[in-house]
């Protein structure tokens, strides 16, 4: 069994699954599994992959990790901790076709739901792959050496790092005696984990607040023109200043900042970087916040994407005295293990907003190569906003 428990997941699935309850009980969505590598999958891999989706519905949540969320994840409504002690996985929501070395995964059914599949899922092939597969790795003292040295190399930058490596991890284990070099070599700049399991195991603070399928989806419910600016308002009316941390490119970071006013600029701490040149993204991020007559130090950018200790030392260089900065790195530390890491997403492809038909969604982010969704629709949504 790949998948341990019901935490081995993102918090970002947890803190949307919760206003997804409050907000959208109703909504209906599909979503889709990308494969930007192109690999070919080794035969029985979709059976193999099905057995542990079923194996998903034996997992429950613990009462001590019950107890770990409501002390760590303050934010969480007391009333979504009982429904999720409740929330079983139901393995008919997914679907697995494998054609020669074509995967193909779908998922369907209500949001509130179905949010929970994206990260274990992609945990599950990243695993099984490379055990179907056999490929040869470094030996598990050079790969903790790696991650040693890694740590340290944070440290000496002084800048804050958190793993965001849950979705294309080598394997659980090795995720596991990652976190466990960063906390031991990796003190004070390591600072969390995105899967709220590890944090538990470990005693971390779980990190991490929406992804892109939530501004898709309010694409979907009120349009792209107001799809940013009613997200931000919809995290807000539920998280209260909590979770403050914004994901900027769904539809463009110009687009996202000409929605990002003075109210939602001070009520967040501050922005991610998901797409995109770093430093371009940083510049325009300052010179916004400068714009609010708002001093950029007192906010934070959370660089996310396609991250190695190399960038993020000239990043840090770049911003160290211009905006506060963070880091969130996933696979060069959960798949730095001498293999070629999968190339793949699942994506919400389609919603069903309460008392609507089913709408396409896509996502433009910052750079083209990352566009998701119906050619037609991201013809129109570049229109519509002048992209």
């Not at 040869?136 to 903790?144: A, E, Q, R, S």
């Not at 006013?261 to 001070?266: P, S, V, Y």
């Not at 260089?317 to 900065?325: E, G, M, Q, S, V």
């Not at 396409?360 to 969704?373: F, R, V």
Request: charged share 25%.
């Amino acid at each position: 069994m790949i998948i341990h428990s019901i935490l081995d997941n993102d918090l970002y699935k947890l803190s949307m699954q919760n206003a997804v309850v409050k907000l959208f009980p109703r909504a209906k969505v599909r979503f889709r599994f990308i494969n930007r590598g192109k690999t070919l999958f080794p035969s029985g891999f979709a059976e193999a992959l099905r057995k542990e989706v079923l194996s998903m519905s034996g997992l429950q949540l613990t009462l001590d990790e019950k107890n770990f969320l409501n002390e760590r994840c303050y934010y969480l409504d007391p009333t979504y901790l009982d429904f999720l002690a409740g929330y079983r996985y139901d393995p008919s929501e997914v679907g697995i076709v494998q054609d020669g070395g074509e995967l193909q995964i779908s998922i369907e059914g209500y949001w509130y739901r179905t949010i929970m599949w994206e990260v274990p899922l992609m945990a599950m092939i990243s695993e099984l792959y490379f055990k179907m597969t056999n490929q040869p790795t470094n030996d598990i003292d050079t790969i903790v050496d790696v991650a040693q040295r890694k740590a340290v190399r944070f440290n000496n930058m002084a800048v804050n790092v958190a793993d965001f490596g849950t979705r294309r991890r080598y394997s659980y284990e090795n995720h596991k005696r990652i976190v466990n070099a960063l906390i031991n070599y990796g003190r004070p700049s390591f600072i969390g984990s995105s899967n709220v399991h590890l944090a538990h195991i470990f005693n971390t603070t779980p990190i991490g607040t929406h992804a892109h399928e939530w501004f898709m989806f309010h694409a979907a419910k009120y349009g792209y023109k107001m799809a940013n600016k009613l997200a931000l308002d919809n995290w807000v009316r539920v998280y209260r200043g909590d979770l403050g941390i914004a994901l900027s490119d769904t539809f463009t970071t110009d687009v996202f900042f000409s929605a990002f006013d003075t109210k939602f600029a001070k009520l967040f701490d501050g922005v991610r970087h998901d797409s995109g040149d770093p430093f371009i993204f940083a510049d325009k991020t300052i010179d916004h916040y400068k714009k609010l007559r708002i001093d950029p130090m007192s906010k934070v950018i959370v660089f996310s994407d396609n991250l190695n200790a190399d960038l993020v030392e000239k990043i840090a260089d770049y911003c160290r005295t211009k905006i506060k900065i963070s880091f969130g790195i996933g696979t060069n530390l959960t798949n730095d293990v001498g293999v070629k890491p999968l190339n793949i997403v699942i994506k919400i492809v389609e919603a069903r907003p309460e008392g609507q038909d089913w709408v396409p969604t896509i996502k433009l982010s910052d750079e083209p190569g990352k566009y998701t969704g119906d050619a037609e629709q991201i013809d129109l949504c570049k229109r519509l906003l002048k992209i």
